[in-house]
């Protein structure tokens, strides 16, 4: 039977495989029970934060995206219509300065943000307050059980977690090389051949095995038939060759955002300048961009402080007083760490809708549809 047909395994049916498919049917009865609901999920599910939107989503059959989408929509149409709502209701004289003033209309700004970056990006986040929330109890040590971040489905985090795992490398008995890892490949397919130490080599995907609730890809790689003629063994790829792949395409996408954004790059937390600069030069490369953006902060601070104190009864004069306060200290401390040779992140890093930048967005989205089509695929098929 043609190799490319069929489709071997072997199951050792035991304790644990009893468990395993248990779970999976309970996993799916949750999910065939949520699926009459779905239309009333979908818009509470994406008020969560990505990562426990992303799981939510995958125990009740939902797609992360779509709740952001639907939450995004519900979340601002309902923005928009409360002031209508509570005038209805003799609140007009209330609200009236606050609806002609527009500011319902900026308060549904960043719901309306989440659905357009869902629809035209395929991002998933929470609802700012919802997410807010989660902050603060995370800050007060009340947190949830740690989640291990091999097991479906892919979330951000377990992308890159899942990516600094080398593959597991086997020689089977026909002599092929067998590359087991928890990210599908999404380049080893087709007729894809890959290069190592000048000989180059064939991969061909098998089936993904869900084990223990986590998606094992494996990949059988055979050298090129001028390889496999030549007197000495060629050097098969690396176990992080998959890995190093990715990895270089994310840097390339950092190179070139930091071509005329390196200044926002520097803001940013450790671990994204880690993968932006690291390989540039790390905390050096990035000194320049912190002078001038922590500069520029503690010269716009100043001016505003200049000002100070504010005419007695001005609203405004307070809240621009401490955050000119709060922005002269954060660029203090990013000149001090840098001059110490660490990466520098503002304090305003948080605001920063980093999800959206192609480095952190493009790698990660295309091996979590690529987790989705697989877990779909062996659903329907099962």
Same mark, same amino acid.
Request: hydrophobic letters at 50%; aromatic letters at 8%.
């Given at each position: 039977?043609?190799?490319?047909?069929?489709?071997?395994? !072997?199951?050792?049916?035991?304790?644990?495989?009893?468990?395993?498919?248990?779970?999976?049917?309970?996993? =799916?009865? &949750? !999910?065939?029970?949520?699926?009459?609901?779905?239309f009333l999920l979908y818009p509470i599910v994406g008020l969560l934060p +990505?990562?426990?939107? &992303?799981? $939510?989503?995958?125990?009740?059959?939902?797609?992360?995206?779509?709740?952001?989408? %639907?939450?995004?929509?519900?979340?601002?149409?309902?923005? $928009?219509? #409360?002031?209508?709502? #509570?005038?209805?209701?003799? @609140?007009?004289l209330a609200i009236g300065a606050v609806v002609t003033s527009g500011g319902f209309s900026l308060l549904a700004l960043p719901a309306f943000g989440r659905?357009?970056?869902?629809?035209?990006? !395929?991002?998933?986040?929470?609802s700012a307050p919802v997410v807010l929330v989660f902050e603060a109890m995370r800050a007060l040590g009340v947190r949830a059980a740690p989640h291990d971040q091999s097991v &479906?489905?892919?979330?951000? %985090?377990?992308?890159? +977690?899942?990516? @600094?795992?080398?593959?597991?490398?086997?020689?089977?008995?026909?002599?092929s090389l067998l590359y087991r890892g928890l990210l599908p490949h999404l380049t080893w397919s087709g007729e894809r051949v890959l290069e190592a130490g000048g000989h180059y080599w064939h991969a061909t995907p098998e089936r993904p095995e869900l084990h223990r609730g986590r998606l094992v890809y494996a990949y059988r790689l055979v050298p090129a038939a001028e390889a496999a003629a030549a007197e000495s063994a060629s050097a098969p790829p690396a176990a992080t060759a998959y890995a190093d792949q990715v990895i270089g395409g994310v840097r390339r996408e950092w190179d070139d955002l930091n071509r005329g954004f390196a200044w926002l790059t520097s803001l940013l937390s450790e671990e994204l300048q880690s993968r932006a600069f690291d390989h540039a030069g790390g905390p050096a490369a %990035?000194?320049?961009?912190?002078?001038?953006?922590?500069?520029?902060?503690?010269?716009?601070? %100043?001016?505003?402080?200049s000002f100070l104190?504010?005419?007695?009864?001005?609203?405004?004069?307070? =809240? $621009?007083?401490a955050l000119a306060g709060l922005q002269l200290v954060d660029s203090v401390l990013r000149l001090v760490a840098s001059r110490r040779g660490r990466y520098a992140p503002s304090l305003w890093r948080f605001v920063i809708p980093t999800d959206i #930048?192609?480095?952190? !967005?493009?790698?990660?989205? @295309?091996?979590r549809d690529a987790e989705r089509q697989a877990l779909g695929e062996r659903r329907s098929g099962a």
């Open positions: 039977w043609p190799d490319g047909e069929v489709v071997r395994d !072997r199951v050792v049916y035991g304790a644990a495989f009893v468990r395993a498919v248990q779970a999976e049917r309970e996993r =799916a009865a &949750v !999910r065939e029970r949520a699926r009459p609901f779905r +990505e990562e426990e939107q &992303v799981r $939510l989503g995958e125990r009740l059959g939902l797609y992360a995206v779509t709740a952001t989408l %639907a939450s995004g929509l519900v979340e601002g149409l309902l923005i $928009l219509l #409360l002031p209508v709502l #509570l005038a209805r209701h003799g @609140a007009a659905a357009f970056s869902a629809l035209f990006l !395929r991002e998933t986040g929470g &479906v489905p892919l979330t951000r %985090a377990a992308f890159w +977690e899942r990516l @600094a795992r080398p593959d597991v490398v086997t020689t089977a008995a026909d002599g %990035a000194r320049s961009s912190v002078y001038w953006t922590a500069g520029a902060g503690a010269a716009a601070a %100043a001016y505003v402080l104190p504010a005419p007695p009864g001005d609203p405004v004069g307070p =809240a $621009l007083g #930048l192609r480095p952190e !967005r493009l790698a990660y989205q @295309a091996h």
